[in-house]
């Protein structure tokens, strides 16, 4: 498909294990977004790629969390000892570089449901 | 800070109705975007409306309008003719250069 994809759609981890999620962003797509979705509330930024770079990881909660994208395309989100809190959606989304702020439209995939127990 | 209000966590409209959805923003930055996203139970983002800080006109796109207020930094989205299919969660977002942030949402409920 030419959609963002993510992979795995579910993931149940026990506290502590480490978890790792996957983006495959739309072909050509410069810019990464990854968001973490609580219940009921909307995205939260974690952190944003323009090809490899990483440029923004504000958002990252802790340094129980990290995130890769070393060849320019596929990302993955990486949770170190997982906490409970930690359980939620987490969403990717890929846009075209950004050259204009409407080109910043975000595509964004169908987000991996994480919960620790 | 919080950049992006959405007042209303539920909202009913009748079916075939128009409904308003509120959402303030807060910036300084002359240049941003503000985008609408539904978010159906299914939990896919789908992308709705766009509007340009300098865009002259309110963005259209089939039966989404978006009541853009500049000086109030208000970007309301109007639904016109709602559907049973509009029932979903309703995400306004602002992004300013890389940055996107997102309000908390308005739950939509069309009633048959």
């Known amino acids: 498909g030419a959609g963002v994809s993510q992979s795995p759609r579910y993931k149940v981890a026990k506290r502590g294990q480490d978890v790792a999620l996957r983006c495959d962003p739309i072909s050509g797509h410069v810019s990464l977004f990854w968001y973490q979705q609580a219940l009921g509330q909307g995205p939260e930024f974690l952190t944003y790629?323009?090809?490899?770079?990483?440029?923004?990881k504000s958002g990252l909660p802790s340094d129980r969390f990290f995130a890769e994208r070393p060849e320019g395309s596929v990302s993955t989100l990486k949770i170190q000892r997982t906490q409970q809190e930690d359980s939620a959606v987490y969403l990717c989304?890929?846009?075209?570089?950004?050259?204009?702020?409407?080109?910043?439209?975000?595509?964004f995939g169908p987000g991996t449901r994480l919960t620790v127990l | 800070a919080q950049k992006i209000t959405q007042t209303q966590p539920g909202m009913f409209v009748q079916e075939k109705e128009a409904v308003t959805l509120d959402c303030t923003y807060d910036t300084s930055d002359p240049s941003y975007g503000l985008f609408w996203y539904k978010q159906p139970s299914s939990g896919e983002m789908i992308f709705l409306i766009y509007q340009g800080s300098y865009d002259q006109q309110n963005a259209t796109e089939g039966r989404y309008s978006l009541n853009f207020q500049k000086a109030r930094k208000s970007a309301n989205l109007v639904i016109s003719a709602s559907q049973l299919g509009d029932s979903a969660m309703y995400f306004c977002a602002m992004r300013e250069e890389e940055d996107m942030r997102f309000g908390a949402g308005t739950r939509l409920t069309v009633k048959p």
């Open positions: 790629f323009q090809n490899e770079a990483q440029l923004d």
């Open positions: 989304a890929s846009s075209l570089e950004v050259g204009s702020l409407r080109e910043g439209e975000q595509f």
